[in-house]
């Protein structure tokens, strides 16, 4: 049987005391909140709080490297997670966050993965603020599908397919930038923020509304996302993956990496 790429809060209640099923709460800010103390003020009761840091990569370009597999490995065996798990990750930014989780989790092999569509607000139940102790895993991660993600150079030569950029448009057309070093967007780039793939409630989009937005951004037979770190992009992979449309890939790096070398930048809307 199919898991995921979703769940819906109905699902995990009706399944949240499965012995196969692992929550994960991984919720991160980019700035001023800490995705641990939110854990901590009230989270779905049984699940794990995982710090994104903890499986980022110490090698590779931009902010949050690609972890590596004895790295992830390491942190779902603590979180729990077995090889016969499902695992439902959450967040509260609309699936931006624990998409990277989800993503993670295919790129080293795991079949049984879905994002809780609307997150934490879409949890109606009491929650819980102890921490959860759960006894190891026995994850084990198999060598990553690397024809999922791009580095600098691929992105470089990319020609077959649009790259999209998924931050806010201001920071797209370099009116604004908070954390790196250059403001704009990879030249050739379209904006395709990720918050249009969700409605006003954190839940996505039906599949025929996606669809319909990636076939106007000429995605309907892939395309390359990237964001600030390569975190938020991955939401963008699990709309494509809702959407039925194949083909969508990371670049890792994202603009954390591009702004950071001498590579050209362009600003304002593209022609």
């Known amino acids: 049987m199919t898991f995921g790429p979703l769940v819906n809060a109905d699902w995990l209640?009706?399944?949240?005391g499965d012995?196969?099923?692992?929550?994960?709460?991984?919720?991160?800010?980019?700035?001023?909140?800490?995705?641990?103390?939110?854990?901590?003020?009230?989270?779905?009761?049984?699940?794990v709080?995982?710090?994104?840091?903890?499986?980022t990569g110490k090698e590779g370009g931009g902010r949050h490297p690609l972890p590596s597999a004895d790295q992830f490995q390491n942190e779902m065996c603590k979180a729990g997670v077995d090889q016969s798990s499902r695992v439902v990750v959450y967040d509260d930014a609309g699936g931006a966050v624990a998409a990277r989780l989800w993503f993670l989790l295919g790129y080293f092999g795991h079949r049984a993965q879905a994002v809780l569509d609307g997150g934490l607000g879409s949890w109606e139940g009491p929650l819980e603020t102890e921490i959860q102790h759960v006894e190891p895993g026995d994850f084990h991660a198999a060598v990553p599908?690397?024809?999922r993600v791009l580095?600098?150079?691929?992105?470089?030569?990319?020609?077959?397919?649009?790259?999209?950029?998924?931050?806010?448009?201001?920071r797209y057309r370099g009116e604004t930038e908070p954390i790196d070093p250059k403001a704009g967007h990879i030249p050739g780039a379209q904006s395709a923020p990720f918050t249009e793939n969700?409605?006003?409630?954190?839940?996505?989009?039906?599949?025929?509304?996606?669809?319909?937005q990636y076939k106007k951004l000429g995605a309907e037979n892939g395309a390359v996302f990237y964001c600030g770190s390569g975190v938020n992009a991955t939401q963008h992979l699990l709309a494509m993956e809702?959407?039925?449309?194949?083909?969508?890939?990371?670049?890792?790096?994202s603009w954390s990496d591009w702004s950071n070398r001498d590579l050209p930048v362009a600003t304002g809307e593209e022609p």
């Open 198 to 212: 969700v409605r006003p409630d954190g839940r996505f989009k039906s599949p025929g509304e996606l669809r319909s």
């Open 13 to 16: 209640r009706q399944h949240i």
């Open 242 to 253: 809702i959407a039925g449309l194949p083909g969508a890939r990371l670049y890792a790096g």
């Open 151 to 170: 580095d600098f150079e691929a992105v470089r030569a990319l020609r077959d397919v649009p790259l999209i950029d998924a931050r806010a448009g201001a």
């Open 49 to 55: 709080f995982v710090e994104l840091e903890l499986i």
């Open 145 to 147: 599908d690397t024809r």
């Open 19 to 47: 012995t196969d099923l692992r929550m994960i709460d991984f919720r991160w800010y980019l700035q001023d909140r800490h995705g641990r103390e939110e854990y901590l003020r009230g989270h779905v009761p049984g699940a």
